[in-house]
Nanobody, 122 residues
Framework: QVQLVESGGGLVQPGGSLRLSCAASGSIFNINSMGWYRQAPGKERELVARITKRTRTSAATYTSYADSVRGRFTVSRDNASNTVYLQMNSLKPEDTAVYYC??????????WGQGTQVTVSS
């Protein structure tokens, strides 16, 4: 069973930065993908960014970003510690949401984090 612990959310002014962290623990044999989703009040949950292995056997990865955050957010992963990060720069009020970590294991089974609130406001 995979367990996820998120941290790094909070209140920041427009134009500011935050870094989210999500650490995976438990009996983890393999992780194919780690990423972030967000959900704002009254809106559906949407993919923000993720980093994914190209194949089960390859160490190479690729990243995916929502159009609304590309160029401002950066997702990265520390494979040794099974931790994924989301560096968020030039934050806008419309980035305000609950951000959820998501992990897909070696069989593509999903695990979700508890969510962390990000609020961008003056």
């Amino acid at each position: 069973q995979v367990q996820l612990v998120e941290s790094g959310g909070g209140l920041v002014q427009p134009g500011g930065s935050l870094r989210l962290s999500c650490a995976a623990s438990g009996s983890i044999f393999n992780i194919n993908s780690m990423g972030w989703y967000r959900q704002a009040p009254g809106k559906e949950r949407e993919l923000v960014a993720r980093i994914t292995k190209r194949t089960r056997t390859s160490a190479a990865t690729y990243t995916s970003y929502a159009d609304s955050v590309r160029g401002r957010f950066t997702v990265s992963r520390d494979n040794a510690s099974n931790t994924v990060y989301l560096q968020m720069n030039s934050l806008k009020p419309e980035d305000t949401a609950v951000y959820y970590c998501n992990v897909l294991d070696g069989t593509w089974s999903a695990t979700w984090g508890q969510g962390t609130q990000v609020t961008v406001s003056s």
